[in-house]
């Protein structure tokens, strides 16, 4: 089956600067990759998504890159502010697969 | 716009009891997906279900879990005999479309067996 990695587990980074999380996949024929970041004792929210049709996505300070041959892909935040600190889960799912498999999450502070 | 709705949000049972946890999705939608996560963990899925039908339940253990999704009302996770490894929070997502796509969560149910 599937499995993702996900580094760093835990990332700081001052009010401001630009923050990447890094995931990698071990199935080639998986094709949809969203992101979701979840908030202490919330739900987890679909921020952003890609298909395997495509490179990158971008909607406004967040960005997402895909690189197939490589089977990673990663997700850009920049000007980072408080509010953007939350834990940031990455997925992935396969042609024909109906379950996402969740990497194991990074813990994004943003520090003021 | 109601999003994904669960109850209840938290739930506590002795072991042995039994645990319903339930899941209103999207209006609209007609797949749902559990997800367990436990403490400093990802997400597992568990099993996908449209209505009347479980599609995938390769997630879920064979013993003591069972899922519906009625024709009519919520979806339903029934854990049986709660033991003290099935404390969690247990998610539910719901889509519009088949397949893994663009699934929305619910606020989770956070079952603690004591």
């Known amino acids: 089956g599937e499995n993702v990695e996900q580094h760093p587990s835990t990332l700081s980074v001052q009010e401001g600067d630009s923050a990447v999380i890094k995931c990698t996949y071990s199935?080639?024929?998986?094709?949809?990759f969203p992101w979701y970041k979840q908030e202490l004792g919330k739900r987890p929210q679909l921020i952003i998504d890609?298909?395997?049709?495509?490179g990158e996505k971008k909607d406004q300070r967040i960005a997402v890159t895909l690189n197939k041959t490589a089977k990673h892909f990663s997700l850009h935040i920049t000007e980072t502010q408080p509010e953007d600190s939350a834990v940031y889960f990455c997925?992935?799912?396969?042609?024909?697969?109906?379950?996402?498999?969740f990497g194991k999450g990074t813990k994004l502070s943003v520090i003021p | 716009n109601a999003g994904v709705m669960q109850n209840p949000r938290h739930l506590v049972r002795r072991r042995g009891q039994e645990a319903r946890l339930r899941c209103s999705p999207v209006?609209?939608?007609?797949?749902v997906y559990w997800y367990r996560q436990l403490p400093e963990e990802g997400l597992k899925f568990m099993v996908y279900?449209?209505?009347?039908?479980?599609?995938?339940e390769s997630g879920m253990p064979k013993e003591r879990f069972s899922a519906e999704f009625p024709k009519e009302g919520p979806s339903i996770l029934r854990i049986q005999q709660v033991v003290r490894g099935d404390s969690a929070a247990y998610f539910c997502?719901?889509?519009?479309?088949?397949?893994?796509?663009?699934?929305?969560f619910g606020p989770g149910t956070r079952l603690t067996v004591t």
């Open positions: 279900l449209q209505k009347e039908n479980i599609i995938d």
């Open positions: 890609i298909r395997s049709n495509v």
């Open positions: 209006k609209g939608h007609s797949h």
């Open positions: 199935d080639s024929a998986s094709n949809y």
């Open positions: 997502a719901s889509s519009g479309d088949r397949g893994p796509y663009e699934q929305y």
């Open positions: 997925a992935a799912a396969g042609a024909g697969s109906y379950q996402l498999t």
